[in-house]
């Protein structure tokens, strides 16, 4: 009997020691869009989904998420209000951000917090920086836009001119100069990351003036694709998600975020104690940026090559393509 008293009671310290182990891991995220924005928000949110997956689910790992934060107090209080409830890691995924988590951090320095893009961890132990070489992407989409456009004039509608926004664009004109210094392209800084109708004046009037290819960054470039839809034939080139469902017969590529690889990272150095300290870059070489070539688009079998060669020579640092 003493024998099986004692039995017991290992079984019950050993299921209790299980049930510690087995406690998920708890993730919030704060992004200024929707997680169906088809752009920079939702290529965090399916990056975490996919995480889950491969962690076995929401009894490994619990998500939670606040989109559409546009307002930074009311982002910032939800920084505050998800590290107060004791989540192991939260995620500030907007650059406007920044200064929230450098205030929050220090007050939780057993919460592991993650922002970008950006490149700063404020010197803090248990922060990290993340962003994305995103004018690699935007220069195979240059070279692609240079290829196909008969008019030789581009349209450019961006938000607001800083972080991977503007570093796009700026590898989008590397990439049309490299095949062709004589075509032009025209840019268009709406000054507004969330605003669907200036985003569409902006591509309206692009169209207006002859431009038979179009591309843009924000969560906004909604309106532009839907702009392009509405005159017919406007081809539209994408970045941080795959836009190819906007419009199947326009969108020609998109430059597709994938920020799995950082999180499982991320998510191994906190199960291991290290909170923060480190920047992460995606690039097409460690397979943070992926070209997706729109299967329902004919692309050119010379324009293809030419995007191929592109994505090859950057990856080997044979080309080179200024943020």
């Keep these: 009997m003493k024998s099986n008293r004692i039995a017991i009671a290992f079984a019950m310290v050993a299921a209790m020691t299980l049930g510690v182990a087995a406690a998920p891991l708890r993730i919030a995220v704060i992004m200024p869009s929707a997680t169906t924005d088809m752009a920079f928000s939702q290529s965090m949110w399916s ?70 893009t950006d490149v700063n961890t404020f010197g803090l132990p248990n922060v990290y920086a993340y962003t994305a070489a995103a004018e690699q992407g935007g220069y195979v989409n240059g070279v692609l836009a240079a290829k196909l456009t008969k008019s030789k004039k581009i349209g450019v509608t961006g938000p607001i001119e800083v972080g991977d926004a503007k570093t796009y664009i700026d590898g989008f004109v590397q990439g049309v100069r490299s095949v062709n210094k004589n075509i032009a392209v025209s840019k268009t800084w709406t000054g507004s990351f969330s605003d669907v109708a200036l985003m569409t004046a902006a591509a309206k009037t692009h169209i207006a003036n002859g431009a038979d290819v179009l591309t843009g960054s924000s969560q906004s470039v909604v309106g532009s694709i839907g702009a392009g839809k509405d005159k017919g034939g406007i081809l539209w080139f994408g970045t941080q998600a795959d836009q190819a469902s906007l419009a199947p017969a326009l969108v020609v590529a998109s430059q597709v975020y994938d920020w799995t690889g950082m999180l499982r990272e991320i998510i191994a150095q906190h199960k291991a104690g290290i909170l923060g300290g480190k920047t992460y870059t995606l690039t097409l070489d460690n397979g943070g940026l992926k070209m997706a070539f729109n299967p329902d688009y004919k692309l050119p079998a010379a324009a293809k090559k030419a995007a191929d060669e592109a994505i090859a020579g950057i990856s080997k640092g044979s080309i080179t393509v200024q943020p």
């Design 47 to 116: 990056a975490l989904l996919t995480v889950q997956k491969e962690m076995g689910g929401e009894s490994a790992l619990q998500l939670k998420y606040t989109d559409n934060m546009w307002n930074v107090p009311d982002a910032a209080a939800a920084v505050r209000d998800y590290a107060s409830q004791g989540f192991d890691i939260v995620i500030a995924h907007g650059s406007q951000y920044g200064s929230s988590v450098q205030d929050i951090a220090p007050d939780f320095p057993q919460t592991t917090f993650a922002w970008g």
